[in-house]
């Protein structure tokens, strides 16, 4: 299991666009047959600060979420949203361990 | 509903120690009420990093939280083993919106 923080940093013009694009992404995402979660959030503090919380049962599975339509199309809507680059963080999960509790 | 994201930094020679510690912080803290997910990761290319991710159903269900004595018993023990201080950064939640989602 492995879950990747994705930190993103919106320009303040287009928050409203992102939680939109997000949200379909987060639609279909958690459609994946590798995917265990796929949490969009908004930091409380900075509104232009969102975090993508992306649990994949397997390396083989986040990688194969970068290869799905609706990520390839959420990529190039939020590209010009972005106020700089997106920063992706790797976990390995030590709870819960159970995959039924994901 | 409300995640917190709990960045801690452990001593090298404590990675276990405080492993063992936060397993039993998730499990009795995944059985408080209002509590929607506890998540213990482990930075894939340091392992001295965690992220404790906190899901609660409301404020004042994470601010419980903070009252129970397995918070307070993993905060004593695992106080010694941390090489800095602990980083909370509070979220709202975008999506998933329905409760049963969690």
Known sequence: ????????????????????????????????????????????NDPTCFLLYEAYESKDGAAAHKQTEHYLTWRKTVEPWMAKPREGVPYQVIAPEERGKW
Chains 1, 2 share one sequence.
């Open 1 to 44: 299991m492995i879950v990747t923080c994705v930190h993103v940093y919106v320009k303040p013009d287009h928050i409203d666009d992102f939680i939109q694009a997000s949200r379909l992404n987060h639609e279909k995402s958690t459609q994946e047959a590798a995917n265990m979660r796929f949490d969009v959030l908004q930091h409380q």
